[in-house]
């Protein structure tokens, strides 16, 4: 596929929300979020059309999205330190059927269970970790997802994948509400709270990810770094051709 990078510049200027009732007002659809990080593995692997809605995760695509792409919008997070809070409690007063699907088979259940105790009335009807040896498992399983029918699906698989799962479901002829959340559930199995107050209030995250996280530490230096170069061009191009 020959991608297109001032379309993927238009589609964020389209599609970022720019605050959390758009995403509550939602009847169907489904949502990813965009962060430095996963700019950079989405732009050659996922056109951004398919996606109803994208959310900004994180101050960098805030800040950048108000200065380059005149348009105002929140930090939209698929956590509990945003987003996922009103969110789930609109879905358990709604009592809506809400299907997991993410992170390592060793961690998805302990993920359930802490997300359960946090909210008690959420209507949890079925989980599985993110992994499948092949591409008819994968197919497979979104034939049984079909068949059971959630009115909402939480995908954290990391990107591209969790975003080609959401893409193939809704290309099946799903049309429930479908959310992308990248490292939610694996963070989860720990505490469903994975921020400290403090840290929320600082916007200091990305420091607390990598002092939690050390692995991280390339990706909030080096690649995000490199998004900073990889977006202008975009951008450039963009404006260009327009």
Known sequence: MLFNFDKLIENLRDKLVEDVDVLLDMKSGIVSYVNPFSYLKLRNRIDLKDFDLITSDGIVLKKLSSIFLNKSIQRLSPDFSSYFKPLFKQLSISKSEVYFIGTKPKFIEKSIQNIQVKYPDLNIIG??????????????????????????????????????????????????RGFSCGGFLHQSFQNTDYYPNWVNKLNVRWLYRIYNEPKLIKRYTIDYSWFLVVFMYDWMKYTISK
């Not at 992994?131 to 029918?149: R, T």
């Not at 909402?152 to 591209?160: A, E, L, Q």
């Open 127 to 176: 989980s599985r970790d993110g992994y499948f040896k092949d591409d008819e498992e994968l197919m497979l399983h979104i034939k049984e997802i079909i068949k059971l029918n959630p009115e909402v699906i939480i995908v954290g698989m990391g990107s591209p994948l969790q975003e080609n799962y959401l893409i193939n479901l809704k290309r099946s002829g799903w049309g429930g």
